[in-house]
């Protein structure tokens, strides 16, 4: 028997029935659409949850007004939509900290430089830029206070990371990861 639920029914039943070759077929073609029908609603209930949503995701960016772009990769919808979520409220240097953590290597430092009314967004778990970080940029930019600018920094190779690297280290990296070494 190839289905799960049909040796499940099968089980119910009395055991004379377990030799039978016509109740088998039957509780393994029963069995079959049981397990399609769990299936089915599996996926339909990862849909409440942004972060296992996928054809309903549209449904969520609807929701929250941001723009559908199937070219995007998932997650980075995702993060949009989390970040949406999460900025709503007063906002604090923690949320804006939070919204750019919820994005795919988001995390991020926040330098507050309150005479000058600007602060800067330090990226430090990702190297040159975040994939997504014109939606990071859009999301901060949408709850940041009016009369605060905003900077973004970023972190490359130095020179002495890379000296001590070996070939094949730094042939795993993207090539944008060591932008400051780069003839523009």
């Given at each position: 028997m190839q289905s799960e639920r049909g040796k499940e029914m099968l089980g119910y039943l009395p055991p004379y029935y377990a030799t039978s070759r016509v109740m088998k077929s039957l509780m393994d073609a029963q069995g079959g659409e049981l397990d399609r029908l769990r299936s089915a609603l599996d996926e339909i209930l990862d849909q409440f949850f942004v972060s296992t949503a996928s054809w309903g995701l549209e449904a969520w960016e609807r929701e929250f007004d941001i723009p559908t772009d199937s070219g995007k990769p998932?997650?980075?919808?995702?993060?949009?939509?989390?970040?949406?979520?999460?900025?709503?409220?007063?906002?604090?240097?923690?949320?804006?900290?939070?919204?750019?953590?919820?994005?795919?290597?988001?995390?991020?430092?926040?330098?507050?430089?309150?005479?000058?009314?600007r602060f800067t967004v330090k990226f430090v778990d990702t190297l040159g830029l975040p994939p997504n970080l014109n939606d990071v940029r859009a999301a901060i930019e949408a709850i940041k206070p009016a009369h605060l600018a905003v900077e973004y920094e970023f972190r490359y190779f130095t020179i002495g990371e890379v000296q001590k690297m070996t070939i094949q280290q730094i042939q795993s990296h993207r090539l944008t990861d060591f932008a400051p070494f780069l003839d523009a």
């Open positions: 998932i997650e980075q919808r995702r993060s949009a939509v989390k970040s949406k979520i999460l900025g709503t409220g007063t906002v604090t240097f923690d949320l804006i900290r939070s919204v750019a953590g919820s994005y795919q290597n988001g995390t991020v430092e926040i330098v507050n430089q309150p005479t000058e009314y």
